[in-house]
């Protein structure tokens, strides 16, 4: 076995053990709506981001959701639009398994229309939270009329 061969994830045997293969680059499938489709501006009122998420692994996974609002954009996790990124741990996903969160996102009185983007980054832990095996990043847009 060459120096860089483990980068290539095929397995091997080493001394009559097995190493394992590869972690998958995208470990889940993750889709995403809003309800209602959008936010009305000039007032205060929310929409529910629905994070919908498959793990497509062999194994069960520690799972937690990242989501950013742009910061120009009078938009937050809470009604005074003050909080830009919001946290949400949704703990182990079995194999196979989907798993649906929910996440408010507010307008105020100074939000003006546009089409606004959304970054989501879900992140496959290991052992705890405090350590990242993988993640995806994904984005959506959210209308404002």
């Given at each position: ?15 009559g ?43 069960p ?46 307008a ?38």
């Amino acid at each position: 076995m060459g120096f860089l061969d483990f980068l290539s994830g095929e397995k091997t045997k080493e001394e009559g053990t097995a190493v394992q293969g590869k972690i998958l680059a995208k470990p889940f499938r993750v889709s995403m709506s809003f309800t209602p489709l959008r936010l009305s501006s000039k007032k205060s009122n929310s929409v529910n981001l629905n994070i919908t998420l498959t793990n497509v692994t062999k194994d069960p996974q520690l799972v937690s959701v990242d989501v950013m609002l742009p910061k120009n954009a009078y938009m937050g996790f809470e009604p005074s639009c003050i909080n830009k990124v919001f946290e949400k741990r949704l703990g182990e996903v079995p194999p196979g398994q989907t798993i649906t969160t929910s996440v408010p996102i507010w307008a105020g009185t100074q939000t003006k229309p546009d089409e606004h983007e959304v970054n989501i980054t879900t992140y496959a832990h290991y052992i705890g939270y405090e350590k990242v095996l993988t993640y995806m990043k994904t984005k959506t847009k959210l209308r404002v009329v």
